[in-house]
């Protein structure tokens, strides 16, 4: 979008109507732009199935869904519903993310020898978390991240003071080409968050790659990860630390079979299939 | 609302489902909620009229005007229009606002000694213009307005070096009740405007007290002022500064009698009432 357009929302009600027009031509309605739809869904016949993209523990969201508690939810993890757990929402599945097969990038058979964080630099995000286990391991780390203006500040004040290369790396942001070969060349990817993640697509991009994850327990990451098939899921920085030790018990294949399994675009279409046709009725 | 709430979407969507859902019980929706409401009233049977009060002239406006040219609007000046021009909107009326005949605040007769700029401290209106006018004219100048946080970078570096009371006075913002004494009390209202103003409610609110308002010919203001009348219409800052100077020429109770048969509530509600009944068919 052009840099002279200050405004998305315009575009957003443009395309609800251009669908929702248009409702009686198409058996089923999938919407991916969360609440915005509810209302369009009882002024037309077509069923509507929403799935869920974001967190969903902000206060303002709860007046919203409590009164659309019919509308078709799916979610991205189980967890991710948990914040409107009260509300006895219409949830007909959780279907998670799969990456295309196609394109799964290249598996690396053997662990390269830097930790990985992909991702934001955001407070949520936690990726001092991830300096500070460098540190305490010795393992050099390599930082790829975008640093949105808002986090401008906390990228100034509690990352960049902390970068010290080689041992501390920060590349920046790097494409999607770049990515298969940034994670696949890792020894292990560090997740350290401290947020309700409702998926964590990273997870499964370095586990594609063959490399192992290190995660700290929130949102999704019990659902997305094996303990101790994929990588760690820890409740604490000194369970990181230890667990980075323990990589080596881990087998690059499995990892790679895991997504093969469970996280690919087939599985995932599969499982829209079964939604659609259920919803159809 | 609440600090803590930082999406106001979800409350804009509830309300679009809260109106739209109940619309076989309405004769007629009137919505103020710009765009929003336009694909809704596609798929209802009840009319909508909507009532723009914003700026139209933002290029990400133009598609979704053009694909909902059948939509009843009304605008609050003609002039609002224009942006909008090339798309043979349907234009149902241009309807002023009104101020409530019962708040009217008290006419005050006699001129005070101050100019008053009354309104945000932002780019687009132009306060610094209303400072070289008091400097030239050698009239104190009260300037009463909000800063936005968007804006506090602007009042520091364009306006804040010029403050020098008694002569150039910042009083901050002021709340409706001191609105009118502010105003009713001043000698002149300067309103130096730089952007597509929709309609300009400071310039009815200063006539309704008495006080004459000099404005920079943009947007709505030839269809508020009356030139020479309710104060003056002016295309540069020099005319500006000589118009003050003629302030005496202008009759207060000739200001006040402007708004009152002009942009009263009651004149406001009989505009809305044809409107209403022409649409009901």
Avoid at 54 to 69: A, M, N, Q, S, V
Wanted: proline share 8%.
């Amino acid at each position: 979008m052009s840099k002279t357009l200050v405004d998305p929302f315009p575009y957003h009600t443009l395309q609800l109507g251009l669908v929702f027009d248009r409702a009686r031509e198409f058996d089923l309605i999938h919407s991916h732009v969360d609440y915005y739809a509810y209302p369009y869904t009882r002024l037309v016949a077509t069923p509507t199935v929403t799935t869920l993209h974001g967190r969903l523990d902000l206060p303002e969201l709860l007046p919203i869904y409590d009164r659309y508690r019919e509308v078709n939810l799916v979610s991205i993890s189980d967890a991710q519903r948990e914040p409107l757990a009260g509300l006895d929402l219409n949830w007909v599945a959780t279907i998670y993310h799969g990456l295309p097969v196609a394109k799964l990038g290249p598996f690396h058979p053997q662990p390269g020898d830097y930790l990985a964080y992909l991702g934001r630099i955001s407070p949520e995000k936690r990726p001092e978390i991830a300096i500070l286990i460098a540190k305490e391991t010795g393992i050099p780390l390599k930082i790829a991240a975008k640093v949105d203006r808002v986090d401008r500040s906390y990228y100034e004040h509690a990352i960049k003071p902390w970068i010290e290369p080689p041992h501390i790396e920060y590349i920046g942001e790097i494409s999607e080409e770049e990515k298969s070969a940034f994670l696949g060349e890792a020894y292990a990817t560090l997740f350290p968050i401290e947020w309700p993640e409702p998926f964590g697509l990273i997870m499964i991009e370095s586990l594609a790659c063959g490399t192992p994850v290190v995660a700290r327990r929130f949102g999704s990451v019990q659902e997305i990860m094996a303990h101790g098939l994929t990588g760690f899921i820890c409740d604490s920085v000194r369970e990181m630390i230890d667990a980075v030790g323990r990589i080596p018990d881990i087998d690059r294949q499995a990892c790679r079979r895991h997504v093969e399994e469970r996280f690919t675009d087939s599985v995932m279409a599969k499982n829209y299939e079964s939604v659609y046709q259920r919803l159809r009725g």
